[in-house]
């Protein structure tokens, strides 16, 4: 199953890379956009910064964690069968060691910070890399090399009591296991998802809760802390608890989720609210101008609503992630691919200034080509390249769209071609192109039939595409009297470049229901505003949340004052 | 002249701590809680940490400006004129090298990092802790180690380009230069000024907006970045203007002053909006949760506002001076005066959690006797021990008491003795003690009386102490739809312990006027409130700001959503 995640039992069973595959459209263009353009605009900054020359022995570069951005990138060239994996694999794995360690920072200097040192990250991410060669194109030097890392890791740690500061090894063992059947790959990973909370690291500046060491992670009750962090922990715990069978586990999981989704994840579906310590806040605590939601922490999410969805088929998971999807990963890239946000508020009071260099802050006023530490283009490389397996799932019964778009998806039988202009429009056409003689039931959103499909068979499904005025959580202080605009899965904001109109003193009158017009395919929206205190009422444009920022420097706000 | 501030012009002139003796009262006890408990705390913390150890050549310990705490305290102890002085003083002179180096941490790797390495910044400290000294008590083997380190300064930085990341010498060249009338300290402070935004110093992290390198000091328009060092900044350079007569300059500062306090800073007088940076934040950007406001920018703020009104006699520095020391100043000490706030925001919505050991964060949820950056406490030792130099000023034609409390005063023949149960009353009465044949003007914030004054005399005036429901400006989008009660010049909060009332969903009637109620000398304000949604109204009661979270840990607001 050339999938990211297969788990081995599940309500819901993912559709490979070679089962779903993107036609021209809204996803479809991305990914595009993604191996014509992102993947090599990563490798040459990672080159021109020496951070793949750190493989090489070359003089030491970049921050600690380097050596993850460069296995991201791998494992988007992976799902993206991009030929320009074989020589960057080859250079990683002239660097290993000959007992399997493998890190150009700590070389001679091994595991001596488990909260800042990253060498189990760096792994984690190496082994995901690796699961993306195997599933798409079987075992490679990079496959063995990344085999001796998972057995050296299990030789040095299954005995200790450590865990890496940062999570992600915990998942890739998960799935190393289910590729290789190695089963103490599983287990290496459970006990590093059960050490967690006892407390396994020592204190730092933010505090426990900062790598989710605060609190055993079956006793959390809501995700805290370093907000990419808690996603990837929480995505190795369902897949330790999915694998084990350990239902309380997952529950637990479930829990935590539906009360973060509750309190603490913006409306663009994003997650952080804290530029210290790139964090979640308290609950209701969700500034929009300095939301951090960090393109990164949105990757994590949609992995964990998905684990979640194939674990229990609930729709709300797949929901959450449709949310993320479009206004959260949509967002990051430019339209051109070429610079990207890490952080995405929700308000910005001051345009940005352009820079084509390395933005050296997490800042989401305007796009940057690269940053110091560059996560979040690698990580959009790796999840537009394996987008497909997102996008539906099988059973035994039949095919669930979770998000229509352009494409052709097959399971067991029954092969389906969606046509559909989502997000823009409402309409869903799912042609089927051959089908078993037994019945099945195809399944879009909310929508389903259940029955025995022939060639040439429409499903046409329409979902709701008005704009429509939301009211925020009276809890959420940071918004109280503001309303926002959404139309389908997207969020609009009001965007001003320089020059343009004050959004600072801005009233929206929600009782006009706001007007579409097509612009370059995108559908805008005019809304009713005035400028508080003054009579006299204009017309004000809003633009989808993921398309501000490319006109150059601008204010921007989702969340109006309404009057 | 017994000041910390003693310029040698300006419209008002300081009074010196001879001149102005506190008596029992508001700022009475806090001084005399200063002295009996605060000073002794922060000495006892530093030697049990190793900070004065650091001095006598033992293991290095704390942070790398663990020196300038240590110095703060001893310009606590000067203004104090206490004993424990001269042990700790000689301490200090002991560690210092022939040329007249001093610094625990970098001593033999000296300045090789002037973004972070402080050593200017605790020269600073010293300094004016030698400045303490000289003025309380005259010369002092204190005073003869720093005229070595400011001599070494200017032999090795007045022809160089280099400044220290973390301003504060600035100011404490000028001071020392007007206790001594070396004029190249003068010209060594005038050079740091404006060498600043050059820039002088490298790119980091947070921008070289956090130390204030990224415009001149004369070109830019408002405060920003790192709050503390904003503040010390600004005080250096009215130091600076006034003592060369550059009336630009001093008016540069007086707009970026007006432009901070209109737009930057919280209803406290609190300033610095963002924990990540310690730093102000945009315009407008005023987020009552994430509040940064370090007890030690209002520290800065208020030594910025009295030499602001010192230079030009403008009563809006002595009013904004008085709105921070009452709502942040007198906030950050436990009534006990054993644990303190870092950081005083506007609203807590989980209480603190409760620790008797050093504070890892600088967090305002609950105090702290101790912080692994402890600048707050040592900063607040010595501000209550000179406070009585920011009460009341002189000229030629009277007395100037911009703060009333129970105190007397004498300026030039007139002598004065204050009773006033100020800020619980508003009435004051100032009582001619002696006074000389001419007339005399005496004025009590914006009252005045000018005439022949006679022993026996009372100058009476009456402050509106009647509580007020505020609005915010619309501009802050953070307390939008919300009130917030002032009594004088006492902000006041609903605080809730454990147990207590949600603070949650709270709505405020700011149609009927908060009634009062004495709880041990302390006036408290009951309003009427409402759940969101619900008919039923009850008391809210409501605390002055500066004594929440004396009862344990609890939740907290400022401002409160309106009806």
């Known amino acids: 199953m050339v999938n990211p995640v297969v788990p081995s039992n599940g309500v819901l069973t993912p559709l490979g890379l070679d089962a779903v595959r993107l036609s021209p459209g809204f996803w479809g263009h991305l990914r595009e956009l993604n191996q014509e353009v992102i993947i ?49 694999a080859e250079t990683v794995v002239s660097a290993q060691e000959p007992d399997g360690y493998l890190n150009t920072r700590w070389s001679g200097d091994r595991y001596r910070d488990f909260e800042w040192g990253h060498e189990l990250y760096c792994y984690g991410h190496m082994i995901q890399a690796g699961v993306a060669r195997w599933r798409t194109s079987g075992e490679h030097p990079f496959t063995d090399a990344v085999r001796r890392v998972a057995d050296h890791v299990c030789r040095r740690f299954m005995d200790s009591a450590e865990v890496c500061g940062h999570p992600v090894i915990e998942m890739a063992l998960v799935e190393l296991y289910r590729v290789t059947g190695t089963e103490r790959y599983l287990e290496m990973a459970r006990r590093f998802v059960e050490r967690r909370g006892g407390p396994a690291l020592a204190e730092v500046e933010f505090g426990r809760a900062y790598f989710q060491d605060d609190v055993p992670v079956r006793e959390a009750e809501v995700f805290r802390g370093h907000a990419v962090r808690a996603m990837y922990l929480a995505c190795g715990t369902v897949d330790v608890a999915v694998e084990t069978g350990d239902s309380e586990l997952l529950a637990a999981v479930e829990a935590q989720w539906e009360r973060t989704i509750a309190r603490r994840t913006h409306l663009t579906g994003g997650m952080g609210s804290r530029h210290s310590g790139e964090s979640f806040g308290d609950d209701f605590e969700l500034p929009p101008d300095r939301a951090y939601s960090e393109t990164c922490a949105a990757v994590g999410s949609v992995m964990l609503s998905h684990r979640l969805l194939l674990a229990t088929g609930r729709r709300r998971y797949a929901e959450q992630a449709q949310r993320t999807l479009y206004n959260v990963i949509a967002a990051s890239p430019a339209s051109d691919g070429r610079s990207f946000f890490y952080t995405n508020p929700l308000q910005v009071r001051v345009p940005g200034q352009a820079s084509d260099g390395v933005n050296p802050r997490a800042e989401g006023a305007l796009r940057a080509p690269w940053f110091a530490v560059s996560c979040c283009p690698n990580n ?16 035994s019964e039949g095919i669930q769209i979770h998000h229509p778009t352009p494409s052709e998806i097959s399971h067991d039988g029954l092969k389906l071609r969606v046509e559909t202009g989502y997000p823009w429009e409402g309409g869903v056409a799912v042609h089927v192109v051959s089908a078993p003689a037994e019945p099945r039931r195809i399944s879009v959103g909310e ?9 040439g068979d429409v499903f046409a499904v329409d979902f709701d595409v008005q704009p429509r005025w939301v009211q925020p959580d009276p809890r959420v202080d940071a918004v109280r ?15 001003s470049p320089e020059g343009g109109p004050s959004l600072e003193l801005l ?27 003054e ?29």
């Open 535 to 563: 009579a006299e009422e204009s017309t004000l444009r809003l633009v989808p949340y993921h398309r501000w920022g490319n006109r150059g420097p601008a204010t921007m706000r989702v969340w109006m004052p309404g009057k």
């Open 380 to 395: 959009l490389a790796r999840t537009f390249a394996s987008l497909p397996a997102y996008l539906a799932t099988g059973t």
């Open 507 to 533: 009233q929206v009158d929600a009782d006009v229901a706001p007007q579409e017009d097509v612009v370059d395919g995108v559908v805008e929206l005019d809304v009713r505003a005035a400028t508080l205190g």
């Open 481 to 495: 009297g503001c309303v926002a605009v959404e139309r389908g899965p997207l969020v609009y904001c009001a965007e």
């Open 40 to 88: 090599g605009h990563c490798q040459d900054w990672m080159e021109k910064l020496g951070w793949i020359g750190n493989f090489r022995g070359e003089p030491a570069r970049g921050r600690e964690f380097a050596d993850s951005e460069v296995y991201k990138l791998l494992e988007g060239m992976a799902w993206a069968r991009d030929p320009r994996f074989d020589e960057l």
């Open 447 to 455: 929508h389903a039939d259940l029955r025995v499909w022939a060639p």
